[in-house]
T-cell receptor
Framework: KAGVTQTPRYLIKTRGQQVTLSCSPI?????VSWYQQTPGQGLQFLFE???????NKGNFPGRFSGRQFSNSRSEMNVSTLELGDSALYLC?????????????FGPGTRLTVT | AQSVTQLGSHVSVSEGALVLLRCNYS??????LFWYVQYPNQGLQLLLK??????LVKGINGFEAEFKKSETSFHLTKPSAHMSDAAEYFC????????????FGTGTQLKVEL
């Protein structure tokens, strides 16, 4: 079974632009979560989607948004990029929305904002 | 809210020596606990998980962890370190019934020396 895939793997954007990242979960998985990883703040939860509905949201500004499609694929969008948004963005999928299920991570998208 | 604390941001061991990475959790009820490993420029790989079925959990690559409620700990061990174990290790927690939001520790960088 194919793992979690994320596209693109690397991205360079300029301050003020917006960006969309894509995540395809493991086949059959219905929950998708997004995390931001930076050297200073570590791994931080952004949001979780299950059956096209946002279930949980982390402490990030409204510039960060996401959505999930009927095939469970998910996208996250960051508008009005700031230098501090430079990070590794990780997507994780889980079979169901229940917390007992483990999450499997993709390779991440490395976003650099200049 | 759940949290985890990883003691020691850097741990160095000799090849063949015991690996011990420490993780303590904070939660009002026994949570779900996970250990992930991250190799450079990659996503997170699940090593093992605790969901209350057994206190001693065996994972991949020879790693195991023991859940100790009295000590609120979930330390990761491996009897004999291999050079390929050099990576960053993250302990993470999820609350029961709280969806798929993972809260991560700050990570421990494991170095394996000849």
């Amino acid at each position: 079974k194919a793992g979690v895939t994320q596209t693109p793997r690397y991205l360079i954007k300029t301050r003020g632009q917006q960006v969309t990242l894509s995540c395809s979960p493991i086949s059959g998985h219905r929950s998708v979560s997004w995390y931001q990883q930076t050297p200073g703040q570590g791994l931080q939860f952004l949001f979780e989607y299950f059956s096209e509905t946002q279930r949980n949201k982390g402490n990030f500004p409204g510039r960060f948004s996401g959505r999930q499609f009927s095939n469970s694929r998910s996208e996250m969008n960051v508008s009005t990029l700031e230098l501090g948004d430079s990070a590794l963005y990780l997507c994780a999928s889980s079979l169901q929305g229940d917390s007992k299920y483990e999450q499997y991570f993709g390779p991440g998208t490395r976003l650099t904002v200049t | 809210a759940q949290s985890v604390t990883q003691l020691g941001s850097h741990v160095s061991v000799s090849e063949g020596a015991l690996v011990l990475l420490r993780c303590n959790y904070s939660s009002s009820v026994p949570p779900y606990l996970f250990w992930y490993v991250q190799y450079p420029n990659q996503g997170l790989q699940l090593l093992l998980k605790y969901t209350s079925a057994a206190t001693l959990v065996k994972g991949i690559n020879g790693f195991e962890a023991e859940f100790k409620k009295s000590e609120t700990s979930f330390h990761l061990t491996k009897p004999s370190a291999h050079m390929s174990d050099a990576a960053e290790y993250f302990c993470a927690v999820k609350g029961r019934g709280g969806g798929n939001k993972l809260t991560f520790g700050t990570g421990t960088q494991l170095k394996v020396e000849l």
